[in-house]
Protein backbone atom coordinates (compact mmCIF):
# COMPACT_ATOMS: atom_id res chain seq x y z
CA UNK A 1 0.00 0.00 0.00
CA UNK A 2 1.48 3.54 -0.75
CA UNK A 3 1.01 6.38 0.94
CA UNK A 4 0.15 9.79 -1.13
CA UNK A 5 -0.09 12.95 -0.31
CA UNK A 6 -3.28 14.25 -0.64
CA UNK A 7 -2.95 18.24 -2.09
CA UNK A 8 -5.38 19.86 -0.23
CA UNK A 9 -6.60 22.80 -2.09
CA UNK A 10 -6.28 26.12 -0.23
CA UNK A 11 -9.25 28.31 -0.39
CA UNK A 12 -8.07 32.09 -0.62
CA UNK A 13 -10.27 34.22 2.03
CA UNK A 14 -11.98 36.84 0.60
CA UNK A 15 -11.56 39.62 2.57
CA UNK A 16 -14.13 42.75 1.72
CA UNK A 17 -13.59 46.21 4.00
CA UNK A 18 -15.83 49.10 3.97
CA UNK A 19 -14.79 52.46 5.84
CA UNK A 20 -16.44 55.45 6.69
CA UNK A 21 -15.60 58.49 7.95
CA UNK A 22 -17.18 59.42 11.43
CA UNK A 23 -17.66 63.24 11.52
CA UNK A 24 -19.26 65.26 13.96
CA UNK A 25 -19.38 69.71 14.15
CA UNK A 26 -19.98 70.67 17.82
CA UNK A 27 -21.64 73.94 17.83
CA UNK A 28 -20.27 76.58 19.50
CA UNK A 29 -22.45 77.34 22.69
CA UNK A 30 -22.92 79.57 25.64
CA UNK A 31 -26.16 78.67 27.55
CA UNK A 32 -28.01 79.32 31.18
CA UNK A 33 -30.19 77.23 33.35
CA UNK A 34 -32.45 79.20 35.90
CA UNK A 35 -35.15 77.91 37.94
CA UNK A 36 -38.58 79.04 36.83
CA UNK A 37 -39.21 80.03 40.72
CA UNK A 38 -40.39 83.71 41.86
CA UNK A 39 -38.19 85.97 44.22
CA UNK A 40 -39.81 86.97 47.46
CA UNK A 41 -39.36 89.37 50.05
CA UNK A 42 -40.78 88.32 53.76
CA UNK A 43 -41.63 91.49 55.80
CA UNK A 44 -42.60 89.92 58.60
CA UNK A 45 -40.83 92.57 60.75
CA UNK A 46 -42.43 95.35 58.44
CA UNK A 47 -42.38 98.39 59.76
CA UNK A 48 -38.97 98.28 60.76
CA UNK A 49 -37.14 100.02 63.64
CA UNK A 50 -35.33 102.41 61.57
CA UNK A 51 -34.98 103.31 57.76
CA UNK A 52 -33.60 102.42 55.49
CA UNK A 53 -34.16 98.78 56.14
CA UNK A 54 -32.75 95.59 54.15
CA UNK A 55 -35.09 93.09 53.90
CA UNK A 56 -33.02 89.79 52.00
CA UNK A 57 -35.09 87.63 49.60
CA UNK A 58 -36.76 84.37 51.37
CA UNK A 59 -38.04 83.13 47.95
CA UNK A 60 -36.68 80.94 46.69
CA UNK A 61 -36.15 78.57 49.96
CA UNK A 62 -32.94 79.99 51.46
CA UNK A 63 -32.96 83.18 49.32
CA UNK A 64 -30.14 81.59 46.96
CA UNK A 65 -31.20 81.44 43.26
CA UNK A 66 -28.55 79.20 41.63
CA UNK A 67 -27.82 80.08 38.13
CA UNK A 68 -25.49 77.94 35.94
CA UNK A 69 -24.02 78.45 32.49
CA UNK A 70 -22.20 76.27 30.17
CA UNK A 71 -19.99 77.61 27.26
CA UNK A 72 -17.46 75.79 25.56
CA UNK A 73 -16.53 78.82 23.59
CA UNK A 74 -13.19 80.26 23.47
CA UNK A 75 -12.39 84.06 24.04
CA UNK A 76 -14.63 86.24 27.13
CA UNK A 77 -18.12 85.86 27.65
CA UNK A 78 -20.11 87.32 30.45
CA UNK A 79 -23.41 86.76 32.31
CA UNK A 80 -25.70 90.05 32.60
CA UNK A 81 -28.15 90.94 35.16
CA UNK A 82 -30.90 93.24 34.56
CA UNK A 83 -33.52 94.12 37.35
CA UNK A 84 -36.23 97.20 36.17
CA UNK A 85 -37.78 98.82 38.48
CA UNK A 86 -40.57 96.96 40.36
CA UNK A 87 -44.11 98.46 39.82
CA UNK A 88 -47.98 97.47 41.28
CA UNK A 89 -51.27 97.75 38.96
CA UNK A 90 -51.62 101.09 40.10
CA UNK A 91 -48.62 102.09 38.29
CA UNK A 92 -46.66 103.33 42.08
CA UNK A 93 -42.63 101.93 41.44
CA UNK A 94 -39.89 101.21 43.68
CA UNK A 95 -36.93 101.99 42.29
CA UNK A 96 -33.99 99.30 40.54
CA UNK A 97 -31.50 100.93 42.66
CA UNK A 98 -33.59 99.72 45.94
CA UNK A 99 -33.18 96.37 44.79
CA UNK A 100 -29.13 94.78 45.63
CA UNK A 101 -28.02 91.39 44.47
CA UNK A 102 -24.36 89.21 45.17
CA UNK A 103 -22.85 86.82 42.86
CA UNK A 104 -21.24 83.88 45.22
CA UNK A 105 -21.48 85.67 48.47
CA UNK A 106 -19.69 88.39 47.22
CA UNK A 107 -20.61 92.28 47.90
CA UNK A 108 -23.73 93.55 47.25
CA UNK A 109 -24.77 95.66 44.19
CA UNK A 110 -27.09 97.57 43.46
CA UNK A 111 -29.20 97.15 40.45
CA UNK A 112 -29.94 100.27 38.40
CA UNK A 113 -32.28 99.11 35.63
CA UNK A 114 -29.86 98.54 33.05
CA UNK A 115 -27.80 95.11 32.25
CA UNK A 116 -25.03 94.61 34.57
CA UNK A 117 -22.08 92.64 34.02
CA UNK A 118 -22.29 89.92 36.97
CA UNK A 119 -19.61 87.16 35.95
CA UNK A 120 -17.00 86.82 33.61
CA UNK A 121 -14.96 84.33 31.96
CA UNK A 122 -12.81 83.46 29.51
CA UNK A 123 -12.69 79.79 27.64
CA UNK A 124 -14.97 76.76 28.29
CA UNK A 125 -17.06 75.79 31.79
CA UNK A 126 -15.60 72.63 33.31
CA UNK A 127 -19.47 71.54 32.75
CA UNK A 128 -22.25 73.30 34.45
CA UNK A 129 -20.97 76.02 36.19
CA UNK A 130 -23.37 77.16 39.14
CA UNK A 131 -23.56 80.72 40.44
CA UNK A 132 -25.49 82.03 43.79
CA UNK A 133 -27.41 85.11 43.11
CA UNK A 134 -28.93 86.75 46.53
CA UNK A 135 -31.04 89.88 46.66
CA UNK A 136 -32.20 91.55 49.05
CA UNK A 137 -34.67 94.88 49.10
CA UNK A 138 -33.61 98.29 50.81
CA UNK A 139 -36.88 100.21 51.89
CA UNK A 140 -36.82 103.90 52.66
CA UNK A 141 -39.68 104.53 54.48
CA UNK A 142 -41.56 106.66 51.34
CA UNK A 143 -42.91 103.31 49.52
CA UNK A 144 -47.02 102.94 48.99
CA UNK A 145 -48.30 100.13 50.16
CA UNK A 146 -49.11 97.59 47.36
CA UNK A 147 -47.59 94.41 45.50
CA UNK A 148 -44.96 95.09 43.01
CA UNK A 149 -43.43 92.72 40.63
CA UNK A 150 -40.86 93.00 38.36
CA UNK A 151 -39.26 90.59 35.38
CA UNK A 152 -35.61 89.73 36.14
CA UNK A 153 -33.47 89.11 33.05
CA UNK A 154 -30.27 87.08 32.87
CA UNK A 155 -28.00 87.16 29.44
CA UNK A 156 -25.14 85.17 28.51
CA UNK A 157 -23.48 86.64 26.06
CA UNK A 158 -19.54 86.02 24.19
CA UNK A 159 -17.76 88.86 23.36
CA UNK A 160 -16.20 88.79 20.03
Do not use: H
Not at 56 to 81: D, H, K
Amino acid sequence: MKRGFALVPLLALALAQGSWILQTLIPETIAIRTPTVQIGFDLKDYPPKAFPALYPATEPQGGMLPVQVYSNAPGTWSLLLQIPDLTDQKGLLIPARQILYRVNGGLWLRADGTPQIIYTQTGPTPGWLELRLEFALELLGTERAGTYSVQALVTALREP
